[in-house]
Antibody, heavy 122, light 109 residues
Framework: QVQLQESGPGLVKTSQTLSLTCTVS??????????WTWIRQHPGKGLEWVGN???????YYNPSLKSRLSLSLDTSENQFSLKLTSVTAADTAVYYC??????????????WGQGTKVTVSS | QSVLTQPPSASGTPGQRVTISCSGS????????VNWYQHLPGTAPNLLIY???QRPSGVPDRFSGSKSGTSASLAISGLQSEDEADYYC???????????FGGGTKLTV
């Protein structure tokens, strides 16, 4: 059974860097056919795609976050990570990591972490 | 405003059938597969439909998806109280080169 677990600080100061890690268990983050994805949900709002990464190193970022976002994948640790620089209160959200199946088309995020709440405050 | 347009709310009574629409364009729904998620407060979203009309194992056949042109729909038949949740459509956008979520539809049973 594949499981994902987010970890990282729940509180980040304004203008600093938000760093989150997602640990994969029950599957290899180095296997093809999947993108490892970050999604966030602002308080009271809908889901927003942040970005994803493939084991080959390919990354896709939400254009609105691209200048501040960096995703990485550590197959030896079976983890993938998010770094978002220069955060503001607008980055306060619940952050989810997920596995997305890709086979020609994007076939959806079939495994999700439980989500981690991140608050940005001075 | 999301590029993928969903009605903000929908409602039905137990046993009824409801549909939730998702409208996009040729660069997203028109040329890519649509996926649907159920999201209960305080939990992680759950994949309900993938590839326009496929159900992952464990998803009841009361849930069905369809796509026509640049629009997609999620249908829920035999509504149950536990279906009360937020529902999101999602697809890839070739122009954005990224994933899009609809704005979400809050279903009240």
């Amino acid at each position: 059974q594949v499981q994902l677990q987010e970890s990282g600080p729940g509180l980040v100061k304004t203008s600093q860097t938000l760093s989150l890690t997602c640990t994969v268990s029950g599957a290899s983050s180095g296997s093809g056919g999947y993108y490892w994805t970050w999604i966030r949900q602002h308080p009271g709002k809908g889901l927003e795609w942040v970005g994803n990464i493939h084991y080959s190193g390919s990354t896709y970022y939400n254009p609105s976050l691209k200048s501040r976002l960096s995703l990485s994948l550590d197959t030896s640790e079976n983890q993938f990570s998010l770094k978002l620089t220069s955060v503001t209160a607008a980055d306060t959200a619940v952050y989810y990591c997920a596995r997305e199946r890709v086979s020609g088309y994007h076939y959806g995020m079939d495994v999700w972490g439980q989500g981690t709440k991140v608050t940005v405050s001075s | 405003q999301s590029v993928l347009t969903q009605p903000p709310s929908a409602s039905g009574t137990p046993g009824q059938r409801v549909t939730i629409s998702c409208s996009g364009s040729s660069s997203n729904i028109g040329s890519n597969a649509v996926n649907w998620y159920q999201h209960l407060p305080g939990t992680a979203p759950n994949l309900l439909i993938y590839g326009n009309d496929q159900r992952p194992s464990g998803v009841p056949d009361r849930f069905s998806g369809s796509k026509s042109g640049t629009s997609a729909s999620l249908a829920i038949s035999g509504l149950q109280s536990e279906d009360e949740a937020d529902y999101y459509c999602e697809t890839w956008d070739d122009s954005l080169n990224g994933v899009l979520f609809g704005g979400g539809t809050k279903l009240t049973v």
